[in-house]
């Protein structure tokens, strides 16, 4: 059984920033893709940013120069730094793993709140 937690969310003003981890524990083999997800209140989930088990990187548009994703394999962590935060930024941020032999495995989330 595989457990995804996630930390670093709370409340910040516009301008600010935030570092999101989450870290994955259990039976894990080998984890492929990872990637932040965000849902904002009567929106649907978008995918924020993403990151291959090789580093390639890929952001939603409207975050692009502004957030940062990167993963420590030995700790099989993710982290989302984001920077120059907006208003706009504001909804529950999920982690996600593609991990071998389980499948897509999410965190709890956490929830991000910028005030302006």
């Known amino acids: 059984q595989v457990q995804l937690v996630e930390s670093g969310g709370g409340l910040v003003q516009a301008g600010g920033s935030l570092r999101l981890s989450c870290a994955a524990s259990g039976s894990i083999f080998r984890i492929n893709a990872m990637g932040w997800y965000r849902q904002a209140p009567g929106k649907q989930r978008e995918l924020v940013a993403a990151?291959?088990?090789?580093?390639?990187?890929n952001y939603v548009e409207s975050v692009k120069g502004r957030f940062t994703i990167s993963r420590d394999n030995a700790k099989n962590t993710v982290y989302l730094q984001m920077n120059s935060l907006k208003p706009e930024d504001t909804a529950v941020y999920y982690c996600?793993?593609?991990?071998?032999?389980?499948?897509?495995?999410w965190g709890q989330g956490t929830q991000v709140t910028v005030s302006s």
């Open positions: 990151i291959t088990s090789g580093g390639s990187t």
């Open positions: 996600n793993m593609v991990i071998v032999a389980v499948g897509n495995s």
